[in-house]
């Protein structure tokens, strides 16, 4: 046997007409026979099934219509082409043939340069067939990995931008990854709340993650005497600081302009940038936003923010115990921050203290 050969299944309940064709195709082919409908399906949901059947359709027990519906509903057996070889000659017979998933319908007597011609073509088409799902699949796989190429290049890229204004102040330590990891959890708690749950699906909360750690991106445009000053700004030292949001939004305006078209992550770090400074109640900055005139990523990343600050030491504070900072936040629930941001807060708080202590700088304690 040249095991080299296409292998086809010949499902027939007369012994003449399987000797017929095991004559005829092993020249060229390598044959399995089966006399019954179940004999067929077994062979054909073998570890190494034929491919291609030529299938009788006048057998008792179980006709050749019902073994091909069988076939077809089966995913392991459902792509191996099947050609009804029949004595039924009407219209109707082919047509039902073909409409339950035969590719092909020969009449008995058979012609043998018939018969072998089409056995030729389909098998070329099923190993064309086959050659382009595998292509497809090894395309899928090639586009997948490019994709998280992309995607970890992205946050890389991020990393690099964020730590530029981030290890200026020596002090913040992991502050984006904390903040970054806040946001994902608030919005993951939010994304069922009916004021939320339009905007927090689960792609706008990957870009938010994604987008989060260039909250403070505008600080490299802040002078280090300010940044770095160890004590309280003064009311003109304010003025300058404040004005990181607007760089961190006008640096992210120009990426945007790069782009051939809009960017929700670009939009998400730009809102972020530009927003979390801003107030529930207006008193914020920079442009004294108030209620949902904030973009809801600025308003989960203010809580976000807020938290890290408490519990950090800073050049003018020591860092809050987790309990002080609750405290804090709950005591800004409706004028500083969202009230139902702030409620979802209060009872995710240890899920915060959790994160904190994972990506804690050397002195966390809290």
Known sequence: MNDDRPSILVVDDTSDNLTLMRELLKPFYHTIFANNGQRALQLA??????????????????DGYEVCERLKSNPGTANIPVI????????DDEQRGLEIGAVDYITKPISPPILLARIKTHLFIKVARDALESQNEHLETLVAERTRELADTQQATIFAMSSLAETRDNETGNHIRRTQHYVRLLAKTLRKH???ADELTSDNIKLMYSSAP????????????????????????????????????DAILEAEKMLPQE??????????????????????????LKGDEIPLAARLMAVADVYDALISRRVYK??????????????????????????AFQKINEEFRSIALQFGDEETEL
């Open 45 to 62: 949901a073998a570890p190494e099934p034929p491919q291609l059947i030529l299938l009788d359709i006048m057998m008792p027990d179980m």
């Open 194 to 196: 009916p004021r939320f």
């Open 263 to 288: 960017s929700s992550f670009l939009r998400y770090a730009r809102e972020i940038a530009y927003g979390h400074h801003e107030k529930w109640d207006g008193s914020g900055y920079p442009e004294s």
């Open 214 to 249: 260039l909250h403070d991106i505008g600080k490299v445009g802040v002078p280090d005497s300010i940044l770095l000053k160890p004590g309280p700004l003064d009311d003109e030292e304010w003025v300058v600081m404040r004005k990181h949001a607007l760089y961190g939004r």
């Open 84 to 91: 009804f070889v029949s004595a039924k000659r009407q219209p």
């Open 318 to 343: 020591p860092p809050f115990p987790h309990e002080k900072a609750v405290a804090i936040i709950a005591e800004g629930r409706g004028n500083h921050f969202d009230p139902d941001i702030a409620d």
